[in-house]
Nanobody, 123 residues
Framework: QVQLVESGGGLVQAGGSLRLSCAGS????????MGWFRQAPGKEREFVAA????????NYADSVKGRFTISRDNAKNTVYLQMNSLKPDDTAVYSC????????????????WGQGTQVTVSS
């Protein structure tokens, strides 16, 4: 079983940057694909980015390509989301997810989810 805790959210002006972290528990963290999702008020949860267990494969939503970068440090049981050139439309609660298959994570069908961290981008 994997427990996930996000951090790094906050308030930032448009054009600014934030780095989110997701710390996982468990000795098998490195065997899980990891992903980031977001949900804005009144909207459905949407996929943002995902990374395979080794860190060599990554997928991004079209809306964040070129602005966001997902990475992981398996020695620290942590996955990161570097967010640059932030826009007001990026405002949402960001949650991380873990599952053994990258495609399963991308599909939003992971079994393990964190509680989320709020990101607010002001115009």
């Amino acid at each position: 079983q994997v427990q996930l805790v996000e951090s790094g959210g906050g308030l930032v002006q448009a054009g600014g940057s934030l780095r989110l972290s997701c710390a996982g528990s468990g000795r098998t963290f490195s065997s899980y694909a990891m992903g980031w999702f977001r949900q804005a008020p009144g909207k459905e949860r949407e996929f943002v980015a995902a990374i395979g267990w080794s860190g060599t494969s990554a997928n991004y939503a079209d809306s964040v390509k070129g602005r966001f970068t997902i990475s992981r440090d398996n020695a620290k049981n942590t996955v990161y989301l570097q967010m640059n050139s932030l826009k007001p439309d990026d405002t949402a609660v960001y949650s991380c997810a873990a599952e053994r298959g990258l495609s399963t994570v991308v599909a939003g069908k992971a079994n393990y989810w964190g509680q989320g961290t709020q990101v607010t981008v002001s115009s």
